[in-house]
DNA sequence: ACGTTAACACTAACGGTTAGTGTTTTGGAA
DNA sequence: TTCCAAAACACTAACCGTTAGTGTTAACGT
């Protein structure tokens, strides 16, 4: 505890990350995914091959940077919520504000690039799965209710699949509702007892056992 | 349409890539599949490298040789149920098979190999993706009532969903009934007018439109 | 019998990734 | 202040999956 998680050496790694992760991005708009090769973003970055490796695990991780935060958000929105707000309901709030964050129009460029490299769609699938497992852990640990195991699981599927869905329909917030009456649907399922599905709020202790 | 299908051109191709896959599968298990190269199998089955490229696209699709089977099952079991057979049921029929052909003992050794190895974890996610999306385009063309595009789109990835999560369970078959309960529900939310979802049988003609 | 097609082979390379090795910078302790 | 251990960084060289380019051979249809 005698550093304050702050010191010059772990700033410095963070810009340099930062500045490998941006130049990445620049050049990959610039000139295309496929066209820019790892040794163009080191040299343009002024850094070694070897360095690069050292911050990114692989090319595609340089694209999507920041998936640590899609991480969080959704974790903590299954754990973080107010004591009286329903779970479900907490979930399509955050993939609503998630979906609409990456179809706004300053990220489209980015979202194209995505779309149109296989390599980097196949990576963002593998990534839904971390994060799948993570919040299945969450719920897991937050849920009110003593659902299985398999139903954690399977919930933390359906919302991610949920945002993966809404992102290619036609009208993503819609649809990010749509698909969300039916995992409510089939939440309501795994609860023991709750006998009407319009109550004014899902909570209320469904007993234990 | 003069050949009948089975010439001795397309047999000797056949057997070509039987003999290849045979190969790689019997070395990747003897050995470690990261353990063995592309030119290994190409050495050991007596073809050039490219000979081994043109019948399969990367070295992970060495593994899942027999994916096209799992595709069409799942189809099949869309299109093609009894007129009277309600989807949902005849989808977790299918599933249960195909789980439990997974599950066998003679089929563990490679399963092992699979969950061992990230790249043919997330070769076999993107397959699964793939198998979603043919799903999904079956739903839509069999379903006899008018459900939207997402809807049968989400249907699909939950049914994929249910095979990945039920072979990771401790008790796959329960699994998959205990998910597809929540399919189930999750389905009915979408037909427009079903009143008790305690029905006899799902189906019997919503209206259109 | 013959031209077309497609499977197959070979060499050489491309591009992402890693190993091995050494140098510099940094934070903390003596 | 001085010195040490750790960690970031650099460089070379390679490994390995994959593809391009170029031929050669064998089978099918006419």
Same mark, same amino acid.
Request: proline share 6%; charged share 25%; aromatic share 6%.
């Given at each position: 505890?005698?550093?304050?998680?702050?010191?010059?050496? %772990?700033?410095?790694?963070?810009?340099?990350?930062?500045?490998?992760?941006?130049?990445?991005?620049?050049?990959?708009?610039? /000139?295309?995914?496929?066209?820019?090769?790892?040794?163009?973003?080191? $040299? %343009?970055?002024?850094?070694?091959?070897?360095? !690069?490796?050292? *911050?990114?695990?692989?090319?595609? +991780?340089?694209?999507?940077?920041?998936?640590?935060?899609?991480?969080?958000? !959704?974790?903590?929105? $299954?754990?973080?919520?107010?004591?009286? =707000?329903?779970?479900?309901? +907490?979930?399509?709030?955050?993939? *609503?504000? !998630?979906? /609409? *964050?990456?179809?706004?129009?300053?990220?489209?460029?980015?979202?194209?690039?995505? =779309?149109?490299?296989?390599?980097?769609? %196949?990576? =963002?699938?593998?990534?839904? !799965?971390? *994060?799948?497992?993570?919040?299945? %852990?969450?719920?897991?640990?937050?849920?009110?209710?003593?659902?299985?195991?398999?139903?954690? /699981?399977?919930? +933390?599927?359906?919302?991610?699949?949920?945002?993966?869905?809404?992102?290619?329909?036609?009208?993503?917030?819609?649809?990010?509702? =749509?698909?969300?009456?039916?995992?409510?649907?089939?939440?309501?399922?795994?609860?023991?007892?709750?006998?009407?599905?319009?109550?004014?709020?899902? /909570?209320?202790?469904?007993?234990?056992?």
């Amino acid at each position: 505890m005698t550093v304050p998680t702050t010191g010059r050496r %772990e700033r410095k790694k963070a810009a340099t990350r930062q500045k490998i992760a941006d130049t990445a991005l620049r050049l990959f708009l610039e /000139r295309g995914y496929g066209s820019v090769g790892i040794r163009d973003v080191a $040299a %343009e970055a002024d850094v070694a091959v070897t360095t !690069l490796f050292s *911050h990114f695990a692989s090319k595609e +991780a340089l694209v999507f940077e920041r998936d640590d935060d899609f991480e969080q958000r !959704l974790t903590q929105a $299954a754990t973080g919520r107010a004591p009286d =707000e329903p779970l479900i309901p +907490a979930l399509r709030r955050e993939i *609503h504000a !998630l979906v /609409r *964050h990456c179809t706004a129009e300053s990220a489209a460029p980015v979202w194209r690039m995505i =779309e149109e490299s296989p390599a980097l769609r %196949e990576y =963002e699938e593998s990534m839904r !799965l971390r *994060h799948a497992q993570s919040l299945a %852990e969450a719920l897991a640990a937050a849920t009110d209710v003593p659902q299985s195991v398999t139903a954690c /699981r399977t919930l +933390a599927r359906f919302v991610i699949d949920a945002y993966a869905l809404a992102r290619e329909a036609t009208d993503p917030q819609a649809a990010v509702d =749509e698909i969300f009456e039916m995992i409510e649907a089939a939440w309501q399922v795994t609860c023991p007892s709750v006998s009407g599905r319009q109550g004014p709020a899902g /909570r209320g202790g469904p007993q234990p056992g």
